[in-house]
């Protein structure tokens, strides 16, 4: 996916839950319901969060991402399907949701030069001048991502953090409901 020169690409990693706690039974599949199947073949759903930061200082950033990555970690051991994927074995008859050890969200770190107060201003724009701060969903013909994640900074003027998610395993309910948690 090429990405406009106005958003630098920093860092591209995965977040994974912390290691489970011994003898703590936690599934490592989840099947999907008739009502999820309904949404199998959706186009992912792209949300944006944008944060002003109170001040202008840029050394803010060197902070902000460990405690995010930390954070997001932490939220994660407590959404586990959402650090998983979407898998539909030849031998299974429908999809389902598999975790293992290991496994975790995609998370881009990007730095952007667009104009932050236009972007997260109430005014219309263009689709297209928000999909540089959209994450991908990495998707194959074995497996698909639950959901990808991206911090976009904006230096002196705050920070996006994007999500991009799988909706036959992650509806507007569940996605406020992390984003709330890891927040």
Known sequence: MARSQS????????????????????????????FDLHWLRFPPVERLFFYEFSSSNTPLFDSIIPKLKH???????????LA????????????????????????????????????SSNEFREATECHPLIPHLEVSHEKAAVVALQITLFPN?????????????????????FMKSWA
């Open 7 to 34: 958003v630098k690409i920093l860092e591209v990693c995965r977040v994974a839950p912390p290691p489970a706690v011994p003898n703590l039974a936690s599934p490592t599949s989840l099947p999907l319901t008739f």
């Open 71 to 81: 954070s997001l970690s932490l939220t994660l051991q407590h959404y586990l399907p």
């Open 84 to 119: 998983g994927n979407l898998v539909w074995p030849q031998d299974s008859h429908k999809p389902f949701i598999k975790y293992l050890d290991g496994d975790g969200v995609s998370l881009t770190i990007a730095e952007s030069n667009l104009d932050f107060y236009h972007l």
């Open 157 to 177: 003027s705050g920070f996006c953090i994007a999500i991009t998610s799988h909706h036959a395993v992650m509806d507007g309910k569940t996605s406020t409901s």
